[in-house]
T-cell receptor
Framework: QKEVEQNSGPLSVPEGAIASLNCTYS??????FFWYRQYSGKSPELIMF????GDKEDGRFTAQLNKASQYVSLLIRDSQPSDSATYLC????????????FGKGTKLSVKP | DTEVTQTPKHLVMGMTNKKSLKCEQH?????MYWYKQKAKKPPELMFV???????INESVPSRFSPECPNSSLLNLHLHALQPEDSALYLC????????????????FGPGTRLTVL
């Protein structure tokens, strides 16, 4: 069964703090992992992608992947009110004809 | 440039109407996707086109009919829709389905907000 699990939140952090968003997935064969940000009423916007175990940093964002634990996370450093949005974790399933399965998203609120 | 455009932005239609949604990208991407997203839910895959051929149809009702006239364009033809089909319809594209065994990154358009009366 295809499952991508996220805590729906809301996750509330003060401005300047680190926000930690977590995602678990059920398919051990998954190889591609994506984080999208979606503002209310808008379309998903790619934040990060990660394929290899370990950390990947891009500006204030760090994606972490642990395939053994089937766990992927997104850290946002120095959180800003403009980071307030729903963060969607997406994972590929199904091999060569596979598709992207999204988690239900975590709503992040950064308080000034 | 990772721009995917969609028209119209908003569409209101009756259950007997026929309408079409249009998606366009000029990034040279060879894979294009249609997703449906209901409020407070994640996007759900509907169709995948790879090199202008239908690759995946996620058991979507026949009242939704996709078309890929060329590598830059993707249409979704709508006919006899139901009120429960009201949703945000998202188009996405990626350079290919997969590269070096890894699923390629998908970039989304702004979406069409569809309301069926």
């Amino acid at each position: 069964q295809k499952e991508v699990e996220q805590n729906s939140g809301p996750l509330s952090v003060p401005e300047g703090a680190i926000a930690s968003l977590n995602c678990t997935y059920s398919d051990r064969g998954s190889q591609s992992f994506f984080w999208y940000r979606q503002y209310s009423g808008k379309s998903p916007e790619l934040i990060m992608f990660i394929y290899s175990n370990g950390d990947k940093e891009d500006g204030r964002f760090t994606a972490q992947l642990n395939k053994a634990s089937q766990y992927v996370s997104l850290l946002i450093r120095d959180s800003q009110p403009s980071d307030s949005a729903t963060y969607l974790c997406a994972v590929n399933y199904g091999g060569s004809q596979g598709n992207l399965i999204f988690g239900k998203g975590t709503k992040l609120s950064v308080k000034p | 440039d990772t721009e995917v455009t969609q028209t119209p932005k908003h569409l209101v239609m009756g259950m007997t109407n026929k309408k079409s949604l249009k998606c366009e990208q000029h990034m040279g991407h060879r894979a294009m996707y249609w997703y449906k997203q209901k409020a407070k839910k994640p996007p759900e895959l509907m169709f995948v086109y790879s090199y202008e051929k239908l690759s995946i149809n996620e058991s979507v009702p026949s009242r939704f009919s996709p078309e890929c006239p060329n590598s830059s364009l993707l249409n979704l033809h709508l006919h006899a829709l139901q009120p429960e089909d009201s949703a945000l319809y998202l188009c996405a594209s990626s350079q290919d389905l997969r590269r070096e065994g890894i699923m390629d990154t998908q970039y989304f358009g702004p979406g069409t907000r569809l309301t069926v009366l």
